[in-house]
């Protein structure tokens, strides 16, 4: 089944060619747990990465892949939708239809938590100062005003 399959996710150095794998000097760092749908998002030197099992939001440094913190959003609902960062802060949607809000740093520090009141399986997107958060049933637009 589903956890018989190893996501290993490395971090290549610029630079690198051929066959990394031979190489080891391209390799900067390796995890051994990596997400299985949604992709990671690096801000600044953060790197964020959202467990499809169990909810858990994990932080590394992106040069070296130490880990800064690893936290539950929420009671640990899976995550498809990849996360995505704007202004200065990370939306990160759950399967039950729940966006929490947060910035990048040290520690995790909380905003908001949104529930869209249907399920979110699809990664938001960003255009012209609009966040669109697809829906199981409505495609919803959110601006300040």
Same mark, same amino acid.
Do not use: C, H
């Given at each position: ?48 990465? @959202?467990?499809? $099992?169990? =909810? ?5 440094? *992106? %040069?070296?892949? !130490?880990?800064? @913190?690893?936290? $539950?959003? =929420? ?5 498809? *939708? %990849?996360?995505? !960062? ?60």
């Amino acid at each position: 089944g589903y956890s018989r399959y190893i996501r290993r996710a490395y971090a290549i150095r610029p630079g690198a060619t051929g066959d990394i794998t031979a190489n080891k000097e391209s390799i900067a760092w390796m995890r051994e747990e990596a997400p299985y749908l949604s992709t990671p998002v690096i801000v600044d030197d953060q790197l964020f990465t @959202y467990s499809t $099992r169990g =909810g858990i939001l994990a932080s590394y440094n *992106a %040069s070296t892949g !130490a880990t800064l @913190y690893q936290q $539950r959003l =929420g009671v640990g609902t899976p995550a498809s *939708a %990849s996360m995505v !960062a704007a202004d200065g802060v990370i939306y990160a949607p759950n399967e039950d239809g729940e966006v929490f809000v947060f910035k990048p740093g040290a520690k995790y520090e909380q905003l908001a938590v949104n529930p869209m009141g249907e399920t979110v399986m699809a990664t938001p997107a960003i255009s012209d100062g609009t966040l669109y958060i697809r829906g199981a049933r409505f495609l919803y637009a959110i601006r300040r005003p």
